[in-house]
């Protein structure tokens, strides 16, 4: 990454800006502050005001009309071509003009559908529902449960010359008409409906007996539709000719909005302009060449700078899912090395592990194609899985991070799936001792009779082993990367702390390998065991001198460190552990009655869905812990800032100026 400087003549500047949007590379800061002190900003008030103003028409009206598909992209020369193409689109009266007569419609509309309910729902009234409109009386449609009706009714008594009520019992509720005069107090009603549970509704103003009412209002709802259906098709015609252009004005003013946002906030004189920003330095020759072939005599500088510059991510297609797992944990400084690939790299394997069973692996890879396939193929709807899970799984993830996690789980499943063959594991069972046996016997082959290349329950000490040493690996391996970074930074002393940190892990773990074996490491009266020693003093040495007495007091934790591995060990066997017990108890259901045997069927498909889930969480998480705690402590400082270019997503638009990228 790169840190520029662009110093050009003024006329120039919305060229230069453009070149810089239209390359999409070039995160635009703010000047120095020497540069401020002899520099101005200057506003285009006139031609942004104008740029806006066309912006917000140019939504408004693609918002009222159809939408229709835009299958071609358009090319805008200048702002003032854009704006002129903007103008001569003249269709805001019109359209306004029918947008409120069709909400006006709506809202008729919905009044209709409303009074033909209600005339159909209260048709027992035998009388024309005008007389309900009483200039000294209020009427009521209502509701409630028939249990309650009983009660309703005789609340009203205590006041009966004060109202009137018509009533029909139905399935589900009874309808009753209320009309209430003046002398009925209005309180009373109020309690009254409160405690039967009466839901009320006014009267509306209607003429007719019900039949030929819900008839007269059926052909106003139809001719309101009719009305309604010119409308849509007069906006139809309209849109016909102009929503593709509408789109294409509407993302140009968008973009032309950005850039003159830009041009204000430049740094300016009376004849040039300058600008500040960070740029990647495999670009820096294009934007030159954008330079020289669009805006002549423009000047590009690279500064030297001890700033940390922003971070851009940049790995191969295979492994950029996992660079939102370093994000999460803490975007690297612009400075330092990008862990992603060694990321990419062990988490699958930590995870595949500590998962070890072929059919573990297979149901967790079949999962994680699925959600894929659903949510990227525009189905985002879970409804094959349990209602419980699904609400579970869509309040701790959005669909677009389930499929980021799938992607990532995905070949971890694959390297459970070859775990699972070697170790013979198959839900617990152990089908290659047959498959073996007919292979040795028909092929004249020496597999393994056990079915397994490698049991991890009998080579338990030969797993912890391994663990062990992937651990002394990992935590070498990244106390390696935090000496070149603490090099390449000029920070000596750490370095050298890093390099005592080193020296104490490894004579810690020789010496405990030499006690396993039962070897001597008195230094006393053994020479290995000066060797010994000598590397744990000389670590804490170093340790002292490069860090202080905070890291002798850290010093336990480069053991624990080293140690933590043996949950690979740990979680692999406590899966294996349940699953045999599980597949114990099926098996031996299957000599009892048929109960037992459904009870063991039952056993045994929910207890393997338990330790899925629990294979698909706790790998997970221990398989990140590992990389996160014990793996990035070591070198990794984070706390970066994302690189964000100058420049937009084009649909129906392009580029005003064409950069081509340099060949090599």
Known sequence: MARIAVLGLKKDRRTVVSILHDLNAVQIEPLSKEVTTILRNEHEDGQYRQVSDQLLRMKALRTALPPVQVTQCQRFGSVEQLLDVAKSI????????????????????????????????????????????????????????????AGFKQALEVNRQDYFLYSKEGKDATQIILVTFPNFPPHALATVVQEYGVKLEAVPKLKGKAAELAQSLKNKKAEIN?????????????????????????????????????????????????????????????????????????????????????????????????????????????????????????????????????????????????????????????????????????????????????????????????????????????????????????????????????????????????????????????????????????????????????????????????????????????????????????GIGLMFYGEGVRAIMELPSIVSHILSYTRLVGILLASVILADVIDFIFIRTLHHTIPFIILGTIIIFIGHIFNIIIGVFEPGIQGARLVYVEFFSKFYHGNGRPFRPFGSSRRYTYDQYELKAKEK
Not at 98 to 117: A, F, M, V
Not at 133 to 142: E, M
Request: glycine letters at 10%; hydrophobic letters at 45%.
């Open 226 to 538: 009719q009305k309604t259906a010119d409308i849509d098709r007069q906006l139809a015609e309209i849109s016909s000719g102009n929503y593709v252009n509408i789109t294409c004005l509407e993302e140009q003013l968008e973009i032309e909005n950005r850039k003159l946002e830009v041009v204000d906030n430049l740094g300016v004189t009376a004849d040039t302009f300058a600008l500040e920003g960070w740029i990647p330095s495999s670009k820096v020759e294009q934007l030159k060449e954008g330079f020289d072939s669009h805006a002549h005599g423009t000047l590009l500088f690279v500064l030297e700078t001890e700033e940390n510059p922003p971070t851009l991510l940049d790995n191969p297609k295979r492994f950029k899912l996992f660079e939102a797992f370093i994000r999460f944990y803490s975007l690297p400084s612009g400075k330092e090395f990008d862990p992603t690939l060694i990321f990419g790299t062990l988490f699958p394997i930590f995870y595949g592990l500590m998962i070890g069973d072929f059919g573990y692996g297979l149901v967790i890879l079949l999962v994680s194609r699925w959600v894929i396939r659903r949510v990227e193929g525009g189905k985002r709807n879970f409804n094959i899985m349990p209602t419980p899970l699904r609400k579970f799984a869509l309040t701790i993830l959005k669909p677009r991070q389930m499929v980021k996690l799938a992607k990532a789980m995905t070949p971890g499943a694959i390297i459970a799936m070859g775990l699972g063959f070697v170790f013979n594991l198959y839900f617990g069972f152990h089908p290659n001792v047959y498959l073996f046996g007919y292979l040795n016997s028909a092929f004249g082959l020496h597999l393994p009779a056990s079915g397994a290349f490698f049991d991890p329950i009998t080579g338990l000490r030969k797993l912890l082993l391994i663990a062990g040493y992937i651990g002394l690996g990992m935590v070498s391996f990244g106390l390696v990367l935090g000496i070149l970074n603490s090099l390449r930074e000029g920070q000596t002393k750490h370095a050298v702390g890093k390099v005592g940190w080193l020296l104490f892990g490894w004579g810690v773990v020789i010496t405990g390998l030499a006690l396993l074996h039962h070897q001597h490491v008195n230094p006393i009266h053994h020479v290995q065991g000066i060797g010994y020693v000598g590397l744990m003093v000389a």
């Open 90 to 149: 003249d269709i805001d009266a019109k359209v306004a003009s029918l947008e409120r007569e069709r909400d006006g419609l709506l809202t008729q509309l919905k009044e209709t559908d409303n009074n033909i309910r209600l005339v159909e729902e209260f048709a027992f009234f035998p009388e024309d529902f005008d007389i309900l409109q009483l200039s000294t009386a209020r009427s009521y449609f209502g509701r409630m449960d028939p249990k309650n009706f």
